[in-house]
T-cell receptor, first 111, second 115 residues
Framework: AQRVTQPEKLLSVFKGAPVELKCNYSYSGSPELFWYVQYSRQRLQLLLRHISRESIKGFTADLNKGETSFHLKKPFAQEEDSAMYYCALLYGSSNTGKLIFGQGTTLQVKP | SAVISQKPSRDICQRGTSLTIQCQVDSQVTMMFWYRQQPGQSLTLIATANQGSEATYESGFVIDKFPISRPNLTFSTLTVSNMSPEDSSIYLC????????????FGPGTRLLVL
């Protein structure tokens, strides 16, 4: 069965430090992975998807099929990056749109 | 993009009663979904709301407990029936447009407490 694992519930770093939020997945098909973010008092929103290979707000994520990982990285954390981050996997047939979410990691960036 | 609103934003209900949550999208979306987020847990997909037909439920969720309607491309409702304290959760609606199923736009959620 498909699964998304985010091993850290809380990640606390100082401003300017590098950040890596870990995400591992288990899926028998071809994975499509995403990072969603929820800032304080805001709704959940898409941050980035692996197929776009884009950098959003300085964040990048590379899909590593060998390690079944999709870690989110940023070289220099900012206070405004403090939020809850969810890794998500698209499963089922390609047009179902069904997502399975990891448990989420709270990123706390200290001044 | 799409902006999704939900009503009510929160409610406190007595066990044995039912609550209907409304989800309104400001533009047409192909797909709409309902999620549950139990305290301290991640989001779990309840069902896909299909326009004009019965919703598609995920394992562990049944229509009798969570009846869903979707009369058009911009509106859906989720009813939590015969509630118990275990139903206390945040319920979220999301929508996705055709060809961009993975980009789901989420509502603000409905926080439900069952006493």
């Amino acid at each position: 069965a498909q699964r998304v694992t985010q091993p850290e519930k809380l990640l606390s770093v100082f401003k300017g430090a590098p950040v890596e939020l870990k995400c591992n997945y288990s899926y028998s098909g071809s994975p499509e992975l995403f990072w969603y973010v929820q800032y304080s008092r805001q709704r959940l929103q898409l941050l980035l998807r692996h197929i776009s290979r884009e950098s959003i707000k300085g964040f990048t994520a590379d899909l590593n099929k060998g390690e079944t990982s999709f870690h989110l990285k940023k070289p220099f954390a900012q206070e405004e990056d403090s939020a809850m981050y969810y890794c998500a996997l698209l499963y089922g047939s390609s047009n179902t749109g069904k997502l399975i979410f990891g448990q989420g990691t709270t990123l706390q960036v200290k001044p | 993009s799409a902006v999704i609103s939900q009503k009510p934003s929160r409610d406190i209900c007595q066990r044995g009663t039912s609550l209907t949550i409304q989800c309104q999208v400001d533009s047409q979306v192909t797909m709409m979904f309902w999620y549950r987020q139990q305290p301290g847990q991640s989001l779990t997909l309840i069902a896909t709301a299909n326009q004009g037909s019965e919703a598609t439920y995920e394992s562990g969720f049944v229509i009798d407990k969570f009846p869903i309607s979707r009369p058009n491309l911009t509106f859906s409702t989720l009813t939590v029936s015969n509630m118990s304290p275990e139903d206390s959760s945040i319920y979220l609606c999301s929508g996705a447009k055709s060809g961009y199923q993975e980009t789901q736009y989420f509502g603000p959620g409905t926080r439900l407490l069952v006493l």
